[in-house]
């Protein structure tokens, strides 16, 4: 019976997340929700402005960077850490025009992409490496992400003023949104 208490001990003792690790986690953790909250700002202004693709862009971005922070969240007690939930910057809530919206979305997913990099940087130097593997999924996400971003930013500066091809980007970009929530929930 000692025996098997002790094993326990030992197995808890051994996944705990270090103090470094941890804070470094609950900092991302924050990143991702900021970024849910931004995305939900940016899908509030362009649903009042009518262009209801880009809306809908938007709040599946939001929904994505929810699911990102649970992720860290559940990891973070999983492994003997505590997730902190806790307040927020807030986002702006109006933009000159859609092309500074994507051209913000685009410049904040850089920003993430760093914050992950260097977190990764962390765990390596404190050679947590079930930490490390978790994050890999991140680098990956933030590959695909950057890469959305500058497409669509690509695509704006083509159109430039013309109002059909607005019109158009609207339509196309629902699309894309459909495309992104059947990989959020596949069936
Ligand atoms: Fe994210
Ligand atoms: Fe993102």
């Not at 079930?130 to 497409?151: G, P, R």
Request: charged share 25%; net charge negative.
């Amino acid at each position: 019976m000692k025996w098997i208490i002790f094993l326990n001990f030992t197995e808890k003792t051994l996944i705990m997340l270090a103090k470094n690790i941890e804070s470094a986690l609950n900092k991302q953790i924050r990143i991702e929700a900021e970024s849910s909250q931004t995305y939900l700002s940016m899908a509030c202004w362009a649903e009042v402005q009518g262009l209801e693709g880009i809306a809908q862009f938007m709040y599946t971005q939001s929904d994505e960077e929810r699911a990102h922070m649970l992720k860290l969240v559940k990891y973070v007690n999983e492994r003997g850490g505590h997730a902190q939930v806790t307040d927020l910057k807030a986002p702006k809530t109006t933009y000159t025009t859609f092309k500074e919206m994507f051209e913000e979305l685009y410049n904040h997913e850089l920003f993430v992409s760093q914050s992950i990099n260097e977190l990764v940087h962390i765990t390596f130097e404190e050679r947590d490496y079930a930490t490390h593997n978790f994050l890999q999924w991140y680098v990956s996400e933030q590959i695909e992400e950057e890469a959305t971003a500058k497409s669509i930013l690509d695509k704006i500066n083509l159109i430039g003023d013309d109002k059909g091809g607005l019109y158009l980007f609207d339509r196309d970009i629902q699309q894309l949104t459909v495309t992104s929530s059947i990989a959020i929930n596949p069936k």
